[in-house]
């Protein structure tokens, strides 16, 4: 799966100056917690999936996960052998993932997508994790495997 890139900061020094000059500049605070992204194994497919991907997935309807830089499984995966920061994350997989919308997502973009989302876990920024419930995963972004170099 492709890396989503880093995400500077606004005083970033590869952020330039007209930047700032935009008439229509909107900013949104990007959750806190640690990069997570996800894709739906979907068999009819299995061509446009790179090696690790393929190789990661439980068969056709397995959603293989991972962090910034590493495929780290599928969400069939027992959770004792997945890192204990993702537990919440696979269990979102598991119970809050609707596959079927997701393989006519794949059928409306020919192919399937890799979906980019925060994992909510205590990062450096306190949401309360203590006092609320919040969710497992804030998805934030998409790309189809087909508009990947």
Do not use: W
């Not at 959750?31 to 790179?50: H, I, M, V």
């Not at 997989?93 to 919308?101: K, N, T």
Request: charged share 25%; aromatic share 12%; net charge negative.
């Amino acid at each position: 799966m492709k890396v989503y890139p880093k995400i500077p900061r606004y005083d970033h020094p590869v952020v330039p100056e007209s930047f700032f000059d935009a008439e229509d500049l909107v900013v949104l605070e990007k959750f806190d917690g640690s990069s997570f992204r996800f894709t739906l194994f979907d068999e009819r497919y299995a061509s446009s999936y790179p090696d690790p991907v393929a190789t990661a997935a439980a068969g056709d309807g397995s959603l293989v996960f991972g962090t910034r830089r590493s495929i780290m499984g599928s969400h069939r995966d027992d959770l004792e052998e997945i890192d204990g920061a993702l537990h919440r994350a696979v269990r979102c997989l598991r119970d809050g993932i609707d596959v079927e919308a997701l393989r006519q997502v794949h059928d409306e973009h020919g192919g399937p997508l890799i979906v980019y989302a925060e994992n909510l876990v205590y990062s450096t920024l306190d949401y309360g994790y203590t006092d609320q419930s919040l969710p497992a995963l804030v998805g934030f972004d998409i790309l189809p495997y087909a508009a990947i170099d």
